[in-house]
């Protein structure tokens, strides 16, 4: 099939990266996906495993930092899009070692965005760099309002600071090198894949094996949850369809307290497990508070959905119960992530190529 596109994914073995690139390895085969993951402890080729023989993909295991191997990906695949997804992305994480998350998201960043630059040559036709972005910048809400795409940026952990100081960088290579991109926003993501480090797989996990379900301070805090897949959609519509420039806020209209969202989770796993009305439930545990904790993200996606058409697919109710469908179905992901196994997957299946 003639190729009529070549499209640099960074990131494509993390949670997000991993829906994004089957998402576009299976919907267009004449487009060339590459995808660039240096395998960090959040990297997991497992989650590729249904597409990795497809004739339009080629993994590359290495880092957004360094600037040689990207201006030889960028020369022998002519590469003309790039979806940039590869971060350091937990802000626990980032309150422990906040060194990590400058150096990949903010250097890793602006390393791929003169990668792109030197590349292209002031070309804009034909090409687009997509830097995929969260609502955190945006800082923490209170009770009432929302993020809009012109809400002043005020980001409040290491993770959130260093995301923002990305999205500074490609809007100010846009405007001093005519760089052409695109920018977006979303709300926490759920579904398959997803490490368990995060709240939603985290519970899921603990609930399955019995573990305590640490809910931080009091459980108050609110998020706006979207199915992963609904996510994977709207890049796709930017990608294709956003306009130059632009930032599009992407979200669920979908917002829980954390502390009725582990109830929630708790109650389905009780039907899912055969286990009496409660039982789970047993297993909350209040630990104390992450430092600085945001109080509350709302997106507003009126934006995305008026001018691109794009909105989700599925109810929270549906996506939830897929997501935990899809764990309990593979425990063995779940085994491996948490044993590390997962790790050695690489060397077992590119050791040999
Ligand atoms: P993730 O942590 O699951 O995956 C990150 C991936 O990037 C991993 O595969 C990792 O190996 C790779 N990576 C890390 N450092 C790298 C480096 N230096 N070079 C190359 N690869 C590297 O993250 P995720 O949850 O899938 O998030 C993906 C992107 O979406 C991030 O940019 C994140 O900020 C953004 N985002 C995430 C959410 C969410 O709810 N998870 C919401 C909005 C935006
Ligand atoms: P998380 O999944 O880490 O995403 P983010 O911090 O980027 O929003 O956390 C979601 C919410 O759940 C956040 O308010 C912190 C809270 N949380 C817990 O209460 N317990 C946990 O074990 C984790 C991981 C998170």
């Not at 295991?61 to 350091?88: P, Q, S, Y």
Request: hydrophobic letters at 35%; glycine letters at 8%; proline letters at 3%.
């Amino acid at each position: 099939m003639a190729q009529t596109r070549s499209i640099l994914i960074t990131g494509g073995a993390g949670f997000i990266g991993s829906h994004v690139v089957r998402r576009f390895v299976t919907k267009y085969p004449q487009y060339r996906i590459v995808n660039l993951d240096a395998l960090t402890y959040a990297g997991n080729l497992e989650n590729l495993r249904d597409i990795e023989a497809s004739a339009n993909y080629t993994f590359v295991k290495g880092d957004i930092r360094d600037v040689g191997l990207l201006g030889k990906l960028f020369t022998v695949h002519a590469i003309d899009g790039v979806i940039h997804l590869a971060a350091e992305s937990h802000v626990d994480r980032s309150i422990t070692d906040p060194m990590a998350f400058v150096s990949t998201n903010v250097i890793g960043t602006v390393t791929l965005l003169n990668a792109a630059r030197d590349a292209w040559k002031g070309v804009s036709t034909g090409k687009r760099f997509y830097h995929v972005s969260t609502d955190e910048v945006y800082g923490s809400l209170q009770d009432d309002g929302f993020f809009t795409e012109r809400t002043p940026y005020a980001p409040q952990s290491p993770y959130s600071a260093s995301k923002a100081a990305s999205d500074h960088f490609v809007r100010a290579y846009g405007n001093t090198y005519k760089l052409p991109f695109v920018l977006t926003n979303c709300s926490n993501n759920y579904g398959s894949h997803h490490f368990p480090e995060k709240l939603i797989p985290l519970m899921i996990n603990n609930i399955r094996t019995n573990k305590p379900l640490p809910v931080y301070g009091k459980g108050e805090n609110v998020r706006d949850w979207l199915w992963v897949e609904d996510h994977a959609a709207a890049i796709d519509t930017v990608f294709h369809n956003g306009v130059d420039g632009e930032t599009y806020n992407i979200g669920g209209h979908n917002e829980w307290r954390n502390i009725d969202l582990v109830k929630l989770l708790c109650a389905i796993m009780d039907r899912k497990l055969d286990r009496p009305i409660g039982e789970s439930a047993e297993l909350i545990t209040y630990v104390t508070d992450r430092a600085g904790h945001d109080l509350r993200y709302a997106i507003d996606a009126g934006k995305i959905e008026r001018e691109l058409g794009w909105r989700p697919s599925i109810t929270f109710e549906e996506g939830l119960e897929r997501t935990v469908d899809w764990y309990l179905a593979n425990t063995a992901w779940l085994d491996h992530v948490t044993s590390g196994t997962y790790r050695h997957y690489y060397e077992e299946q590119y050791s040999k190529r």
